[in-house]
């Protein structure tokens, strides 16, 4: 397999030792010497605030910027010898080259779970004209007892009801972070104007509106690009530490519910490529290794690891605000399709992907009085569990994965770890083999199948 080299450049310009003849160029800073692909306009909005963020999370944010450069930009199917797996090699700039080194083996660790590659990172000594824009710009890190927590908000089902949750449960109205790409833009502003006239509180939103083109790998670069965006979550965890640092806080909220958090396989080809791990609780104990090896206060947690989407819904604070939210949120694992599916067909859901699915299932438990109003590209789901080839695959595994449920729960619990090790949750493994019998119910119950007994 051939490895694909990136290198990320302050200036544009190429290092002068330890990069290949083929390595791809992405230049960091714009003409004015601020770094671009929206970060520099992050760190503009924490600026406006009064407050500075910490040199160690900028470039924290700078390491994930390159991470999702890489993947989103190098196709599956161009840059690897599977249509699956790539081995990306990734140089970034950063001050203290030795200690982000000591971190290697970390990173590479966690992104290849995260992504389904292999990941080599490489440090080098950044230029002093990045040095100079970090020394203006940021400030060593210093908690806040009385700093509010920092919430995830991305215009999903499940960080809308973890926002609705932290205004209602937090002493101190959270700091909102949004990642901004996709087409999700106008669905936060919608559910921020929600929230803010409902709780008749202002909504505080930071925001990080990133995106990249072809052309910024240099001309002779013809990649097509990739959707599935394995390691999206990456980059949204740096941005919520980089905000985080800015207002001394040591909480990160990551509102997923436990079901999909643990995205357990359904059937035996669904282990790589169809399953994903952006959130799982190993994912997210390695990134506070590596918040805490970079002295970084900032912690993740996941208030509903333990809970699936029906029951995450049914506890809401308050479910009427819910309610009125819920055809505003997007669910459906097809992101880069939502403006597409908005124009053709007035709705932000393809109705029978596994995310919507869950979604179904999860408005169903938490309302069963009522219909759900979600409009569905594809509304019937009793062809799901008949319908030959691709368009059938959902419900077909979704039939051989109700076999679990027969699985004694010590069982059940080696069949989890086959996505990744709960050696970090182990207090919390009888819960979450029950989360993940729940979530099955929840869906069978909606698609129209029997569950056993």
Known sequence: MSQTEIVLSWDGSRPADGVGDDALIVQLADRRRHPRFGLGQLVKAILRTGRRPSPQAFELALVALGVWLADTRLSRQQYSEDNWTRDIRLSIPVRDPERWQSCVPLLNRMLGTLSGDIWAINFRAAPPD??????????????????????????????????????????????????????????????????SARTRRPVEVVRWAVSSRAADFGPEFSGHGELTMRARSFLFFAASVVVASAWGSARVLVPENGFISLNVPLDPWRLGALTTRTTHPYVIARFNDLLAAHGLQARLENPFQGKTKGEMLAQCHDPSLLWDGLDLT??????????????????????TCWPCLIRRAAIKHAFPARSDPTTYVTDALDHLTTEPGATGHVGRSLQYGLNMLRLPDEQLRWVLATVAPLTDVETQVEGLVACVRNGLREVADVVGLETPG
Do not use: W
């Open 330 to 351: 997007v669910s459906c694992s097809k992101p880069k399709f939502v403006r597409r599916y908005r124009a053709a067909f007035g709705t932000s859901h393809c109705g």
């Open 130 to 195: 990045m040095g100079a824009y970090i020394e203006t710009v940021c400030v060593e890190e210093s908690l806040d007892a009385d700093a509010p927590a920092v919430a995830l908000f991305s215009g999903g089902l499940d960080s809308f009801t973890g926002a609705i949750d932290a205004y209602g449960r937090e002493t101190i109205p959270p700091i909102f972070v949004s990642q901004v790409d996709g087409g999700n833009s106008q669905t936060v502003d919608a559910l921020v104007d929600l929230l």
